[in-house]
């Protein structure tokens, strides 16, 4: 039994070693454990017919490690041997995975930052590095209890609203923790956003139903908005997006969301109204704004992600209603978009993220 175990440990050994050597990583791919449709055409929203004309097109979905594919071992290679046999000694690891996404990010790098409630954690998918990281800590030796919003920093650094601890942590671009935001100041912060221009966090502090700005020294320096249903006033707004001068609020329990201006929080505009229709909203939650301007509302009641223009006239929804197929959601939470007009969809009771390419902007490559 030792012999065998000695050979085994050898075994082992003698492959990281080879691993090391051959300096090979990972390639992400979004489309993992996708199933194409039959005839192996690109699913578009709207359909490609005579009548539509598609504006979108399905690009795939992240869910965790099974994004990251290993090259395909050598053939006739000590390597090769090697990795076959530290699998059987492995055996199949249950790899890491999304559980309740709520929102995200893509830095300047293009890695996607998403963070998750259920695993209480920042999953970081780093395309160059072709790994998945996992940033647990919100400050010091304290780990987040439930990550909601996320936004980015001037320099690549992380902003990430979590609820339960009533504050917002503040991490370097390598997830290392800094100084908190909003200690003993924020009650129950979901949304957040930071506006370069002005050097300013804003957080949508949802049980006291208004918009908190900070400093980047972590200062308390205005407060927008209070509890109520008129213009400029809120009930329980969750997330945040920012256009210029324009402050986007999802002002959840109000089925609408509000424009605000981002130096004082005075009322510009409103999109949305609470109806029974595709269009109309009940429980907004996630906002974001692609580079034509166009904005997207996720209908988290109805499972819808709602498209609507730079007038807030409503356009169309990508897909919607509850399940698990492409173009169905549910309980969706945040929406955001990147430098090549792509669109994250955080379907958080489905454990992945979706994602779309803007037709009408960007690349149109899938990876």
């Known amino acids: 039994m030792n012999r065998l175990f000695a050979c085994l440990l050898a075994v082992s050994f003698l492959f990281l070693a080879a691993c090391a050597g051959t300096g090979e990583k990972a390639v992400l791919r979004i489309g993992a454990g996708d199933s194409p449709n039959e005839d192996n055409r690109r699913i578009m929203f709207p359909p490609e017919n005579d009548e539509e004309v598609p504006r979108y097109v399905y690009v795939g979905q992240l869910v965790g490690e099974a994004n990251f594919v290993a090259p395909e071992p050598k053939k006739d290679t000590v390597g090769g041997v090697l990795r076959w046999l530290a699998g059987l000694l492995a055996g199949d690891d249950k790899p890491v995975g999304l559980q309740r996404p709520q929102s995200g990010v893509v830095d300047s ?116 908005g209070e509890r109520g249903d008129g213009k400029g006033e809120l009930s329980f707004p969750t997330f945040l997006a920012l256009r210029g001068d324009s402050l986007y609020v999802s002002d959840t329990m109000n089925a609408r969301v509000q424009i605000l201006s981002a130096e004082d929080g005075s009322y510009v505009d409103r999109v949305g109204a609470r109806g029974m229709y595709v269009g109309n909203l009940v429980r907004p939650k996630g906002v974001a704004l692609d580079g034509e301007g166009n904005l997207y509302v996720v209908e988290s009641y109805h499972d819808h992600l709602l498209v609507y223009n730079a007038e807030g006239d409503f356009l169309m929804a990508i897909g919607g ?27 958080t009771f489905n454990g992945r993220i979706v994602v779309f390419q803007f037709l009408g902007g960007g690349a149109e490559g899938e990876r």
């Open 109 to 224: 790098t293009g890695r996607v930052l998403v963070t998750d409630i259920s695993r209480q954690a920042v999953f970081v998918f780093d395309e160059a590095q072709g790994k998945l990281l996992l940033w647990e800590q919100a400050i010091g030796l304290q780990k987040f209890v439930a990550p909601v919003g996320i936004a980015l920093g001037a320099a690549d650094d992380v902003y990430v609203a979590d609820p339960e601890l009533a504050l917002v942590a503040h991490l370097d671009r390598e997830g290392r923790p800094l100084e908190v935001i909003g200690r003993n100041v924020l009650q129950r912060p979901t949304g957040v956003v930071f506006d370069p221009v002005r050097k300013r966090l804003y957080v949508a502090d949802t049980r006291t139903s208004d918009i908190k700005v900070f400093d980047q020294s972590g200062a308390l320096v205005r407060v927008f």
């Open 321 to 347: 209603g509850a399940g698990q197929q492409i173009g169905q959601y549910y309980l969706p939470s945040g929406v955001w978009t990147d430098a090549r007009n792509r669109i994250y969809l955080a379907d």
